[in-house]
């Protein structure tokens, strides 16, 4: 069998065996398929889909295209969480210490911001010397001795993501299912874990916007995963507008300081209390995802968490004297408002806008190779359901260059929908997929 031949199946909606599928990878990884065959092929499988084991299969393959975490010698499940991104998305930083002072081990490998929506890793790097390059070794040290650590993707982890990322990319084949899918949990299956808890967010702000692409998404993820022998569930949260008050990167590691201290924003403290509830309940250090929850409560109520955030935070070079001071963490130099022009309520955000402008601020990147600028972002004053008088500030600006403020200036007005009658309060979590080993719990 040859390549021409696969993509001509895939192409007339055929389906490839696991073995063709492993010998695709294999030569994607050793260089022998050309880049116009493999888009090709990309293409071929974003307008016919996959079915659960040929996505499985790519997954698998793509997993044992590389290196893997070794955490064995750690006693007890290792649990991770994966979030398909959004704006103002700062669970992990609140997650990964919270579920470690709990007595779970959270190796956490995450991404970086692109587009309208932010990365872990650039959020961390606003903590001066923070470092997130790890070495596979440093990393397990790292979950063996404090519960967690924060590090990014090394370059032998699941390579065959990287090479058709690239070219998914390029060709407008990111947006399908199976192949976001395999992406995203050959990186977590890499991490050595036993069980995953994933974020997939709906709304204006998340990659699926409507919520039947996010359970679509969620499914696939859940159903996927445990093919793989990684025990999941899903949560489909509310992205239709930021999560806590913060955008950007420093200003977002403030706001997860405040909430690992016990004085966060409610939504991003009923997520993070969420998330790691099923995180706990997975590694079996719970009976049940009540008791989960005020395990995690207390931890950031009693300052367990901090401790925990505050000792990786050393162990990664940060200086921890910003976290403890937190006036000490990059600032922008500028700042405006944006005011309401009428009184009402608010009754949408445009999320996606908002992350957008955020990121041409300088808090994100458009292209990899951008430069982020960490003290810059956006402070949300009013939320959904919120009243507001005419006047009255919507939005805090933190902004470096009076160009680029003045060019999002307009994205940022129109962002905010008031009107006379105030929305119906929306939940925050709207379902929750568990897969076959966790289906008896909700
Ligand atoms: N995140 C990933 O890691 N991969 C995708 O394909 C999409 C989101």
Same mark, same amino acid.
């Given at each position: 069998?040859?390549?021409?031949?696969?993509?001509?199946?895939?192409?007339?909606?055929?389906?490839?065996?696991? /073995?063709?599928?492993?010998?695709?990878?294999?030569?994607?990884?050793?260089?022998?398929?050309?880049?116009?065959?493999?888009?090709?092929?990309?293409?071929?499988?974003?307008?016919?889909?996959?079915?659960?084991?040929?996505?499985?299969?790519?997954?698998?393959?793509?997993?044992?295209?590389?290196?893997?975490?070794?955490?064995?010698?750690?006693?007890?499940?290792?649990?991770?969480?994966?979030?398909?991104?959004?704006?103002?998305?700062?669970?992990?930083?609140?997650?990964?210490?919270?579920?470690?002072?709990?007595?779970?081990?959270?190796?956490?490998?995450?991404?970086?911001?692109?587009?309208?929506?932010?990365?872990?890793?650039?959020?961390?790097?606003?903590?001066?010397?923070?470092?997130?390059?790890?070495?596979?070794?440093?990393?397990?040290?790292?979950?063996?001795?404090?519960?967690?650590?924060?590090?990014?993707?090394?370059?032998?982890?699941?390579?065959?993501?990287?090479?058709?990322?690239?070219?998914?990319?390029?060709?407008?084949?990111?947006?399908?299912?199976?192949?976001?899918?395999?992406?995203?949990?050959?990186?977590?299956?890499?991490?050595?874990?036993?069980?995953?808890?994933?974020?997939?967010?709906?709304?204006?702000?998340?990659?699926?916007?409507?919520?039947?692409?996010?359970?679509?998404?969620?499914?696939?993820?859940?159903?996927?995963?445990?093919?793989?022998?990684?025990?999941?569930?899903?949560?489909?949260?509310?992205?239709?507008?930021?999560?806590?008050?913060?955008?950007?990167?420093?200003?977002?590691?403030?706001?997860?300081?405040?909430?690992?201290?016990?004085?966060?924003?409610?939504?991003?403290?009923?997520?993070?209390?969420?998330?790691?509830? /099923?995180?706990?309940?997975?590694?079996?250090?719970?009976?049940?995802?009540?008791?989960?929850?005020?395990?995690?409560?207390?931890?950031?109520?009693?300052?367990?968490?901090?401790?925990?955030?505050?000792?990786?935070?050393?162990?990664?070079?940060?200086?921890?004297?910003?976290?403890?001071?937190?006036?000490?963490?990059?600032?922008?130099?500028?700042?405006?408002?944006?005011?309401?022009?009428?009184?009402?309520?608010?009754?949408?955000?445009?999320?996606?806008?908002?992350?957008?402008?955020?990121?041409?601020?300088?808090?994100?990147?458009?292209?990899?190779?951008?430069?982020?600028?960490?003290?810059?972002?956006?402070?949300?004053?009013?939320?959904?359901?919120?009243?507001?008088?005419?006047?009255?500030?919507?939005?805090?600006?933190?902004?470096?260059?009076?160009?680029?403020?003045?060019?999002?200036?307009?994205?940022?007005?129109?962002?905010?929908?008031?009107?006379?009658?105030?929305?119906?309060?929306?939940?925050?979590?709207?379902?929750?997929?568990?897969?076959?080993?966790?289906?008896?719990?909700?």
């Amino acid at each position: 069998m040859s390549m021409q031949e696969w993509i001509e199946r895939k192409r007339d909606g055929g389906t490839l065996a696991r /073995e063709e599928i492993e010998a695709l990878v294999a030569g994607l990884v050793r260089g022998e398929i050309p880049d116009y065959q493999t888009a090709a092929f990309l293409m071929a499988v974003y307008l016919r889909g996959m079915d659960e084991a040929e996505t499985t299969a790519l997954t698998s393959a793509m997993l044992r295209s590389g290196a893997a975490l070794d955490l064995s010698a750690i006693a007890g499940a290792k649990v991770d969480k994966h979030s398909t991104g959004g704006v103002g998305d700062k669970v992990s930083l609140v997650l990964a210490p919270a579920v470690a002072a709990c007595g779970g081990s959270v190796p956490m490998i995450s991404g970086r911001s692109l587009g309208h929506s932010g990365g872990t890793l650039d959020k961390l790097e606003s903590i001066p010397g923070f470092r997130v390059g790890l070495t596979l070794d440093e990393l397990c040290a790292q979950v063996a001795d404090l519960g967690a650590v924060f590090g990014a993707a090394t370059s032998d982890l699941a390579p065959a993501d990287r090479l058709l990322y690239r070219l998914r990319d390029a060709t407008t084949t990111v947006a399908s299912v199976p192949l976001i899918t395999s992406s995203i949990l050959a990186k977590k299956a890499a991490e050595g874990i036993d069980g995953l808890v994933l974020d997939v967010k709906t709304g204006s702000g998340a990659f699926m916007a409507s919520p039947r692409a996010a359970r679509e998404l969620a499914r696939s993820l859940v159903s996927t995963a445990e093919r793989l022998g990684v025990r999941a569930v899903a949560l489909i949260t509310d992205m239709s507008q930021p999560l806590g008050a913060a955008i950007g990167n420093s200003v977002e590691v403030l706001e997860a300081i405040e909430t690992l201290r016990g004085k966060g924003p409610r939504d991003l403290v009923e997520l993070v209390t969420r998330l790691g509830a /099923e995180m706990l309940l997975l590694a079996g250090l719970v009976p049940d995802l009540r008791v989960g929850r005020r395990r995690i409560a207390r931890c950031l109520a009693d300052g367990s968490a901090f401790r925990r955030f505050h000792s990786i935070v050393a162990r990664q070079g940060g200086d921890v004297a910003a976290i403890e001071n937190v006036g000490l963490l990059p600032r922008a130099d500028l700042h405006t408002l944006i005011e309401s022009p009428v009184s009402g309520y608010v009754r949408s955000i445009d999320c996606r806008a908002l992350g957008a402008a955020a990121c041409a601020l300088g808090a994100g990147r458009r292209r990899m190779e951008d430069v982020i600028d960490h003290g810059v972002g956006l402070m949300c004053m009013r939320k959904v359901g919120d009243a507001v008088e005419a006047g009255e500030p919507l939005l805090l600006v933190l902004y470096n260059d009076a160009a680029r403020c003045a060019a999002v200036r307009p994205a940022l007005e129109a962002a905010y929908v008031i009107g006379a009658e105030r929305p119906r309060a929306r939940p925050l979590v709207r379902a929750r997929l568990a897969g076959a080993t966790c289906r008896e719990r909700s």
